[in-house]
């Protein structure tokens, strides 16, 4: 990291991950070409879930190189007069893989506990009438990194 002044814990990074609205997941798709789509995420004992359709791109750079990157940036505020910006982000690299059976629904839990609170019950129903037209992976974390500016 450039700026070591910049540098946050890892407790603190797993802070951003654990309170991201949305992350950028960026992966290697056909002929080698990066991708980075954000999307909408879960963290569950240590790890990131997501869901996608039965095929498509981000799917596509899942399963050809699943070695991947996923960015969170937190609060920010941009500050004109010092020509800068408050922010904090993290970084994760790591590891996806397509998960099944009781992780795969989880997940889904997961992320219907996450962006829609309150809705649980309706949440159930719309996994159990969509459970066959989605995959979920997990993101195993390999490294994680944080920085902020904060003052």
Known sequence: MRRADRRITEAEAWGILERGAYGVL???VADGVPYGVPLSYCVLDGAI???????GRKLD????VPRVSFCVV????????AFGTLYESCIVEGA??????DAKQAALEGLVG??????EDEGLRYIDARRGETRVFRIDVVCLSGK????
């Open 96 to 101: 996806a893989q397509e998960v099944y059976g």
């Open 26 to 28: 960026s992966t290697v």
């Open 61 to 64: 750079g899942l399963v050809r």
């Open 74 to 81: 937190g609060a920010t505020r941009v500050l004109p007069e």
């Open 114 to 119: 996450k962006y829609a609170a309150g809705f």
């Open 49 to 55: 879930y997501l869901h996608c359709a039965l095929e």
């Open 148 to 151: 902020a500016r904060r003052a």
